[in-house]
């Protein structure tokens, strides 16, 4: 079993509907990274999160350490929003060590 | 500030040869963290250095080595190339502390013939 779930791997969308993607893990962990990162490669970071919930935009993202799950949702997404989103978490303390889920395929259609 | 710069994109080489791939973090971050991404394992974690020093390590064999110079620059290095090393290496760069954001390049993407 991976230490990094995450569902689904793919996501097809209408624009304006509202996306989740579901992140858990099974380590201990002193952050959880959400990143993004469209065809050719480049990565995004979006949020870093230790606890609670943190909005940019039209993302949301929230963590619940007890239940080791965190959540990325995107509210009336857009077809700009198609990409692979990757949840990562540091399970390397100060000593920074990044495990990746597999990632979500996002399609989001006009 | 500019971004994380790696040199060069795109690389070919031939098996048994050997690589040196260069990541260049934002200016005043001093951690700088590799990984390889391949289509069957997806990111993994290679290493991580810090002012000059291997802070921590994937599981990856010893064919895979870094290095952090003085100005924060780092190289990573791969020997005896195999076909399975073909991947897109993406560097990570990082301020000073525990829990801070990391940015990345836009990798370097190795073909391995």
């Known amino acids: 079993k991976n230490e990094v779930e995450q569902s689904p791997q793919n996501l097809t969308a209408q624009e304006g509907e509202f996306i989740t993607i579901n992140c858990s893990y099974s380590?201990?962990?002193?952050?959880l990274h959400w990143l993004q990162q469209h065809p050719g490669g480049g990565i995004v970071s979006l949020f870093m999160l230790s606890s609670g919930k943190k909005k940019h935009g039209r993302l949301i993202a929230t963590i619940n350490i007890q239940e080791k799950h965190s959540s990325l949702h995107i509210t009336a997404s857009h077809p700009r929003d198609s990409a692979v989103y990757i949840c990562a978490v540091n399970s390397g303390g100060s000593n920074y060590k990044l495990t990746f889920g597999k990632g979500t395929l996002l399609t989001v259609n006009p | 500030k500019a971004g994380v710069t790696q040199t060069p994109r795109y690389l070919i080489k031939t098996r048994g040869q050997q690589v040196t791939l260069s990541c260049s973090p934002i200016s005043g971050h001093r951690s700088v963290s590799w990984y390889q991404q391949t289509p069957g394992q997806g990111l993994q974690f290679l290493f991580e250095y810090f002012s000059e020093t291997q802070r921590n390590k994937g599981n990856f064999p010893g064919r895979f080595s870094g290095r952090q110079f003085s100005n924060s620059r780092s190289e990573m290095n791969v020997s005896t190339l195999e076909l399975g090393d073909s991947a897109l290496y993406l560097c990570a760069s990082r301020d000073d502390g525990v829990n801070t954001e990391a940015f990345f390049g836009q990798g370097t993407r190795l073909t391995v013939v």
């Open positions: 380590v201990g962990i002193s952050a």
